[in-house]
């Protein structure tokens, strides 16, 4: 994978990963047609890629994650309390998840069967009781981040998923975003860390964690650093036209853009 191939995924990153369209079936078709190889060093670009987008959100929330107080404190925790179900299930589930990576046809369905869900959303749950971060209580953290451990399949969307927990718990349509956004920040901060630092790769022949197949390259390196910077800049936008037309139209259109982007998958692919 060139420079130019790695800021073209991390655009699709930064523009995919806080919408419910799933980031990583829009990495792998760019993959699929832009013929980059499926090695390590792609796997780890595609999962640490993440960083950039993380980093967006805590700059455009920066008054919600750094501002102290007794009720940020019992943010945080709802928060640990969220990401409990994703840190358990991605440890044990990493090397099935990874196999089903590499099946184009299972992710497009998903793709599929995750628009019809989100076109018809908006009926199921018109009337919301939670609207501010405040009300959330730990219960409904938690139940959201046994819904956000549905995406471990790809072509689920995390955001998706965690999305339609919040609204199944009660939560607005722009609250149950917000929180998607935040809740990413810890679940991708723990894949990103267990990626680099806990995981070992086999693809050179020689068993190597991610921060060492980077640190052996210098042209890894720097196309990691651009691609996590592509990334940042580009999720800033994409949260911020997110968050506006989610409040103004629902979530109808991006199922429609998921089941058309699943068909075109399947096309593409076969």
Same mark, same amino acid.
């Given at each position: 994978m060139d420079l130019l191939h790695a800021i073209l995924i991390a655009i699709v990153e930064g523009l995919t990963e806080y919408l419910p369209v799933s980031s990583t079936a829009h990495m792998i078709l760019s993959r699929e047609l832009m013929g980059i190889p499926e090695d390590d060093f792609f796997r780890i670009f595609a999962l640490c890629i993440q960083l950039g987008a993380i980093l967006a959100v805590v700059t455009l929330y920066g008054r919600t994650f750094f501002t102290f107080s007794k009720e940020r404190w019992r943010f945080y925790g709802k928060l640990i309390i969220a990401v409990i179900p994703a840190l358990i299930l991605g440890k044990l589930l990493d090397d099935p998840i990874e196999k089903v990576m590499g099946k184009p046809v299972y992710i497009a369905l998903m793709l599929i069967a995750g628009g019809v869900v989100l076109i018809f959303i908006d009926r199921f749950f018109k009337e919301p009781k939670v609207t501010t971060q405040e009300n959330i209580t730990p219960k409904n953290a938690f139940l959201i981040g046994l819904w956000q451990c549905?995406?471990?399949?790809? &072509?689920?969307?995390?955001?998706? #998923?965690?999305? @339609? &927990?919040?609204?199944?718990?009660?939560?607005?349509?722009?609250?149950?975003?917000?929180?998607?956004f935040f809740l990413a920040v810890p679940t991708m901060l723990a894949v990103t860390v267990y990626s680099l630092c806990l995981k070992t790769y086999h693809g050179t022949g020689v068993d190597l964690k &991610?921060?060492?197949?980077?640190a052996q390259n210098s042209q890894y390196l720097t196309t990691f650093l651009i %691609?996590?910077?592509? #990334?940042?800049?580009?999720? @800033? @936008?994409? @949260?911020? %036209?997110?968050?506006?037309?989610?409040?103004?139209y629902g979530f109808t259109p991006w199922g429609y853009y998921r089941i058309l982007a699943g068909i075109l998958f399947l096309l593409i692919t076969y």
């Open positions: 549905l995406a471990m399949m790809p &072509g689920t969307s995390r955001s998706a #998923a965690s999305i @339609i &927990g919040g609204m199944q718990q009660g939560l607005s349509r722009g609250l149950a975003a917000e929180f998607s &991610g921060y060492q197949l980077l %691609g996590n910077l592509v #990334a940042y800049l580009v999720a @800033i @936008i994409a @949260i911020k %036209g997110f968050v506006s037309l989610v409040k103004r």
